[in-house]
């Protein structure tokens, strides 16, 4: 079974847990505020900010036999650069100051995330990073174009505040097949086996930042 087989089937359980966070089910049913919304898009800058510094420690840690894999993830450095200032204009766009959302500080569940992806990439296998890619590209291309309709429907927001979550709906149907075919490179069973356990922490770590965002005071960014 090729890994990106081995992913789709073996972290099914996690990835319920995420679509099942009460924010997310209650998004599809039309029942979000503002201020939650914009939560989401706080905590999104937060860890989006890593994305880049951490594909660039990847790029740097991988051995020799993995060049064509270095190559790879210098076209996803060129293809993110840039993205959390996206989530701040979004932010903008909703009448909130994307200034103090640059100077906050993540929730626990998001600086928990980033701290775990560091980990991977910096003390363990940079290749485990790829668990987290497989979490966010494939929960965007899921989730995000539906979501940013229903929440436009019921907040009547400008499309200018749905950059992000419209742009990464799109953009992840290339992410995806582009991320198939490069993990169905990787055969080694160990090295397979170290992703598919990435995957399934990140599922959880990222439904936890949703779930985070349901029990925890909002910051009330203005």
């Known amino acids: 079974m090729s890994l990106y087989q081995r992913l ?28 939650e919304y914009v939560d989401f898009l706080s905590q999104a800058y937060h860890h989006v900010k890593h994305t880049v510094p951490l594909l660039m420690s990847v790029g ?15 076209e996803y450095i060129e293809e993110e650069m840039g993205h959390q200032e996206w989530i701040l204009n979004d932010i903008a766009a909703c009448g909130y100051d994307k200034e103090a959302v640059r100077k906050s500080q993540p929730a626990l ?3 928990l995330m980033v701290a775990y992806a560091y ?16 979490v966010l590209e494939g929960t965007s291309t899921a989730l995000a174009d539906q ?8 907040l009547q927001l400008p499309s200018t ?17 582009f ?19 990435s995957a399934k922490v990140f599922f959880t770590l990222y439904a936890n930042i ?5 029990c925890a005071p909002s910051a009330q960014v203005a």
């Not at 980990?119 to 497989?134: A, C, K, S, T, Y």
């Not at 979550?165 to 992410?175: F, K």
């Open 8 to 35: 789709q089937n073996e972290t099914q359980a996690e990835r319920q847990y995420l679509v099942s966070s009460p924010i997310i089910e209650r998004c599809f049913n039309g029942a979000i505020e503002r201020q």
């Open 60 to 74: 740097g840690r991988l051995s020799e036999d993995k060049e064509w894999l270095r190559e790879a993830v210098g």
């Open 109 to 111: 569940a998001t600086e």
């Open 119 to 134: 980990d991977m990439v910096q003390r363990i296998n940079p290749l485990g990073f790829f668990g987290m890619v497989f």
């Open 147 to 154: 979501a940013a309709q229903h929440i436009q429907d019921k």
């Open 161 to 177: 505040a749905f950059s992000y979550l419209r742009s990464h709906g799109a953009l992840d149907q290339e992410h995806i097949v």
């Open 179 to 197: 991320f198939e075919n490069l993990m169905n490179k990787i055969t080694d069973p160990q090295e397979q086996d170290l992703i598919v356990h």
């Open 210 to 214: 949703f779930r985070q965002l349901e």
